[in-house]
């Protein structure tokens, strides 16, 4: 089975920029969807951005629209989360997933899209 580690995060002061990297095991990262997520405590896990088997489609939660990007490198079994201009409110624990299906649907948004989670990543941004 796929298993990922999340990578990159840290404590910045809002504007930085921060690259968020997922690494994974197993022969189906490659073949599927991959999404982020982020959780505070006391709230639900927020859905961030995910993209398609390939890297050509992305869907983005309107907050984070602009300033983050998602991507993928099949080759390197690698994603990424390119996160710019840091806001406070982006503070929480970021996790990356591996998608059920290769395309991105109606349910992309949702955590039950997704069947393989990594331990996540905390980003803290200062005012």
């Known amino acids: 089975q796929v298993q990922l580690v999340e990578s990159g995060g840290g404590l910045v002061r809002a504007g930085d920029s921060l690259r968020l990297s997922c690494a994974a095991s197993?022969?189906?990262?490659?073949?599927?969807?991959m999404g982020w997520f982020r959780q505070t405590p006391g709230k639900e896990r927020e859905f961030v951005a995910a993209?398609?088997?390939?890297?050509?489609?992305?869907y983005y939660a309107d907050s984070v629209k602009g300033r983050f990007t998602i991507s993928k490198d099949n080759a390197k079994n690698t994603g990424f989360l390119q996160i710019s201009s840091l806001k406070p409110e982006d503070t929480a624990v970021y996790y990356c997933a591996g998608a059920k299906f290769p395309y991105l649907g109606g349910s992309t948004t949702s955590p039950e899209y997704y069947n393989t989670w990594g331990q996540g990543t905390q980003v803290t941004v200062s005012s």
């Open positions: 993209i398609n088997w390939s890297g050509t489609r992305t």
């Open positions: 197993g022969r189906t990262f490659s073949a599927n969807a």
